[in-house]
């Protein structure tokens, strides 16, 4: 028996022992993940002295070849498969610290000396980083819960488990209607829809509130918002000058796209390349206004081309930041120093951009002109013509000519000036017997000059000479005076070849330093054809007529002619001036997915790359925008860098879903992605805050209650303007002015003014507000709002005194309550406690709790005996004497101005 026992515990015995050995060389073996593990460590301890600004030593840890190649001291820091032999791995372990890594910083800690040394002993691999890795179906976790009623909960749910939380109960459909309003439509709803839902108790009520919210044409108004911050748009130039800009028909494309729910690629194309779609519209071409709304600098005596090639870079850094979630911008300079992007490749990206016609212009051409009405229709009708009597291309080209004035030479890139300068760095001005060069001009099978000009004196002619001041003559023109800007022509000899084109210029009436002419632009082409037809005459004739016709415009993206194509170069440490190497366009090898088959060299295979099914980037970002839009953060906090600096998403598996699910079942609509997350249980939950979620996750990572979170600047003026019952809902044009204390605006180039709307524009929603990016409109700003120089991909919310100073005294504000204060009477009865109660219910569709009804009683009280003995504070506070000027409405008033700064009101929960 002893012996049968013995046996017994030494077979357990070595059955545990063998267990333990396969443990212990299964955790050994168990392969160190880099993007995860790794990366973290040499980008925090490393990567400052060894990556993409500085290589220490000759020793990079940027890209894998680098930091396997010889350094300084001729051999490898890096040896893979063994540590023992690894330079670096014996740095991080020595005491001394002139000879220890990091120098002159911390040392490492054991567990990062330990999972450095097993990466190097299992072969130093480099890993993608989870943002660079194409996108796939993602296996959803099965789990039974009563909570679960969309994939979203069931990823959200999962990670509660592991974290020993519990989701929230559902919020009152009060707060639902609220919460869901503001994030679709970014104001209230109607009073009829908001009673049909609150009046409605089958199961589907909430469903039928989020369609007809998404339905409704206020959701591109909201979500266009969101898009303006990203397009750093604005109503003026920027710069000094900052002067105004007619940009915003490209603002109105965005709330026709989003209302349309045009398909997110189709949507990024157009704003990209839609003037590279083949015909495009005129939609299409106001769409890559996008990439128009860069700044142009108009101050005299500034070098264009520097201010092109900053309008070129901030582009390049718009579309990695805005569509691709991913910080490029340092690339212009170095390699990048923690994300695998090289010097090179930041100009050969920048290569697709820096073709384009715009070249810091005063006029910030190209322009799309715009033909409304019966010029619509004669422009059609031209067209039609012109396709009978030449082939469709010329057809083409003539059409495009009209409507954009391109492509035509701009003055200011005119040299070798005699007795000519550029006036102001904006226009070729010239004085008598002035000259001035049009360099390498292709005047293949042209014989006419259109050209737009001013003259002022008398007695002036000019003359074009090829190839040189002694050159030919195929043109001598009288320079007559013009009354402001004249569009002419002039005709001459057919000519072949690219010339340099010489002007001068005579007048012997001028005195020394008196200019007579000026040239804006200048476009060689052949004559107008169809001399042959029967009715070429009135249609050369409508041709001039639309030509010069005065119309409003847009500037818009187009690409340079193959004749005026412009080379692109690498920029020595960035600097703009010092150009080596030339570059074609290309996107970073790093990358693990190309640039699709048969994409052109331009920005239109630019747009198919990056609306590629292959590039995950562009879907993982505009999915963890909406999250952000809805939740108050990202999935992944950092929306401007997914990159290895930037913050590890919470769920990623989760934003990998939905971002598989936009491209594919979705078909890029982000009108389906959004109803999937206001649908599920994770959105729904009540907002409210206990002891042990301030305790595991005061900022709501985990989401185990519903959003909590002050309303951008944008649904602050929207919700108070639907809840003063003075909402104008006219959609569409011009950006209008609301009231802005005096002073705000300064404009001492024009003069001009900020003169208040008067007919209703005034109460416009926050979307058409007119944005100068020098002054922006100071109370959204207060809120938080962008002012627009560059993009800016996240909005970060502060909590300031300023905030509760707008929204109590600002006077659009204090106007607005006024109108809150009538309505209140209006809308119930006498009794000041039923005014306010109505008030509040008015705003957030329940019931006041008692406290907060007296404590706004008693301040109204406080007011009215304040007001019964100053008959001019009345006055003051109600806008003048007229029949509502009482103590009482008055008390209301201040009663309502308090109203608008609750907690409850300037937050969304």
Known sequence: ???????????????????????????HQQPVDFSTQVKPILNKKCISCHGGVKAKAGFSLLFREEALAKTESGKPAIVPGKPGESEMIRRLTLKDPEERMPYQHEPLDQEEIDILTKWVKQGANWGEHWAYVPLKPVEVPQLSDTFIISEVDNFILARLKEEKLKPSARADKASLLRRVSLDIIGMQPSRSLAAQYLQNNNGNAYELLVDSLLASPHYGERWASLWLDLARYADTKGYERDDSRNIWRYRDWLIQSFNEDKPYDKFLVEQVAGDLLPNPTDAQYIATAFHRNTMTNDEGGTDNEEFRTAAVIDRVNTTWEALMGTTFSCVQCHSHPYDPFRHDEYYQFMAYFNNSRDEDTYGDYPLLRNFKDSSEAQLNEL?????????????????????????AINSLTADKFINSELSDT????????????????????????????????????????????????????????????????????????????????????????????????????????????????????????????????????????????????????????????EVKPSVPNSLAYAMPKNAPANRMGLAMWLTSKQNPLVARTMVNRVWEQLFGQGIAETLEDMGTQGITPTHRELLDYLSYKLMTDYQWSIKKLLKTIVMSSTYRQDSKVTEELKEKDIFNKLYARGPRVRLNAEQVRDQALCFSNVLNQ?????????????????????????????????????????????????????????????????????????????????????DMARHFALRMQKETGNSVQQQIAKGYELMLYKPIAPGKLQALVRLYNEALVKFKNNPKEVCEINGGMNEHASAETAALIVVANAMLNLDEVVTKG
């Open 426 to 581: 904006k226009w070729l001005a010239y004085r008598n017997n002035g000259s001035a060069r049009l360099k390498q001009v292709n005047l293949q099978q042209a014989n006419q000059l259109i050209y737009r000009y001013s003259a002022w004196a008398k007695g002036g002619s000019w003359k074009l000479h090829l190839d040189s001041l002694g050159g030919k003559v195929i043109a001598t023109v009288p320079a007559a005076p013009a009354n402001g800007w004249q569009i002419a022509k002039v005709s001459f000899p057919v000519q072949q070849g690219v010339h340099d084109i010489y002007i001068t210029y005579a007048n012997p009436s001028l005195g020394p330093e008196q200019s007579g002419l000026m040239f804006d632009w200048l476009h060689f082409a052949k004559s107008f054809p169809g001399e042959r037809a029967r009715d070429y005459a009135a249609y050369q004739k409508l041709f001039w007529k639309l030509l010069t016709l005065n119309t409003e415009s847009t500037p818009v993206m187009m690409e340079n002619p193959d004749d005026m194509h412009r080379a692109s170069y690498v920029f020595e440490r960035g600097n703009w001036l010092v150009k080596g190497k």
């Open 1 to 27: 028996m002893l012996t049968i026992l013995r046996y017994k515990i030494i077979w357990v015995t070595a059955i545990l022992l063998s267990g333990l050995a396969v443990f212990v060389f299964a955790t």
């Open 730 to 814: 006219q959609m569409y044009g011009p950006s209008v002015f609301p009231f802005q204390p005096k002073g705000i605006w300064q404009s001492p180039y024009n003069g001009a003014q900020w003169n208040m709307n008067q007919n209703g524009g005034q109460y416009r929603r926050a979307v058409y507000t007119y944005w100068k990016r020098t002054a922006p409109y100071p109370s959204m700003i207060t809120f938080d709002g962008a002012s627009r120089e560059v993009c800016t991909p996240r909005r970060i919310r502060t909590n300031t005194p300023l905030q509760a100073l707008v929204t109590l005294n600002d006077s659009a504000y204090v």
């Open 383 to 407: 067209a039609g013509w012109l396709q009978q009597q030449t082939s469709a291309n010329e057809a083409a080209a003539i059409i495009r000519f009209v409507k954009t004035w391109q492509p």
